[in-house]
């Protein structure tokens, strides 16, 4: 018996950031949109807990108990009096450190293919509670759609899409590390008076109307200046999909990925080619959001091959 989960990839339409808090984190207006990129993870019952990976950049995630994924089966095990003793195989396909929240979306995928594979029934607001204490991002990835999230960005607002939004996400020659931004951020805000950060209005009514003209005008990432201070080149990727059309381009989330809205799928497939042929990015993918969150695709009864970065 095994469970396989489908979980998304998010850009970050709006990332608001307020001043460093005591505790080291930032308050956070994060308004989340699910993409059409997807991680699906399988836990297979096992003599002991093991992740194992394969896709894009396998080798770059981490295959211990460090792995969102390991950490989510732990926190449920230990919830519900279970054994841990899962085999895990994460089967990649959102951008590994690429600002897309794949550990985060693995790690939810674990959370509710172990609560599948151990019948432990738990609510959803008990695997939105664990899926807080495991990371910011998780509990969107939980959730899908699109949703704001404050707080650290893990409280979570439900929010209206009219429509179908579609992206081009082009993917850096290397990673960007979160923390390492945000501490950049907080070195370029250093004497600077932050405000309390709040949503978009505009950006939000864009996103119930299902206008993309009306979200290109109103995107925007209070992280984008720390990135590319780290990360210089990634000006010119935006550049070059600002050149080709589209509507508006951004750092999605903490980077190094960079995201480019189109008012359709024939105008996101030009601004791929284009970035495809500009040699300033690795690689080009496009997708279309809202997507939905973790959800149970496959209870096969064969087991999953083991497929070791």
Same mark, same amino acid.
């Given at each position: 018996m095994s469970v396989t989960v489908r979980v998304p990839a998010k850009v970050n339409v709006q990332l &608001? %950031? #307020?001043a460093a808090r005591p505790d080291g984190f930032h308050d956070l207006a994060n308004v989340f949109l699910a993409v059409g990129l997807y991680d699906e993870v399988t836990v297979t019952p096992a003599d002991e807990l093991? %992740?194992?990976?394969? #896709?894009?950049?396998a080798a770059q995630v981490p295959l211990d108990r460090t792995n969102l994924a390991a950490r989510a089966a732990v926190a449920l095990a230990e919830r519900y009096g279970r054994s841990e003793a %899962?085999?895990?195989h994460i089967a990649k396909d959102i951008p590994v450190a690429g600002g897309m929240a794949g550990g985060s979306a693995d790690g939810a995928g674990a959370l509710v293919a172990c609560d599948a594979l151990w019948g432990t029934g738990a609510s959803r607001a008990e695997l939105l509670d664990i899926c807080a204490e495991l990371g910011s991002d998780v509990p969107f990835s939980l959730v899908g759609g699109a949703a704001l999230g404050v707080g650290r960005g893990e409280k979570l607002t439900p929010l209206e899409t009219g429509g179908t939004f579609h992206w081009v996400f082009a993917m850096a020659g290397r990673g960007l590390s979160t923390p390492a931004v945000f501490r950049e951020f907080d070195?370029? &805000?250093e004497g600077v008076d932050i405000p309390e950060p709040i949503a978009s209005q505009p950006l939000l009514d864009a996103l119930a109307k299902g206008d993309p003209d009306a979200l290109a005008a109103a995107v925007s990432n209070d992280l984008q200046p720390a990135a590319l201070s780290l990360f210089p080149e990634l000006a010119d990727t935006l550049a070059a999909g600002r050149a080709a059309g589209a509507l508006a381009a951004l750092v999605s989330g903490s980077g190094p990925t960079t995201a480019f809205l189109a008012r359709d799928p024939g105008s996101a497939e030009k601004v791929a080619q284009a970035l495809a042929a500009s040699g300033t990015c690795r690689t080009v993918r496009t997708a279309a959001g809202p997507a939905v969150g973790a959800t149970v695709i496959a209870r096969p009864s064969h087991q999953v091959h083991e497929n070791p970065a």
């Open positions: &608001a %950031v #307020g093991r %992740v194992t990976c394969s #896709g894009p950049d %899962v085999h895990i070195r370029l &805000a």
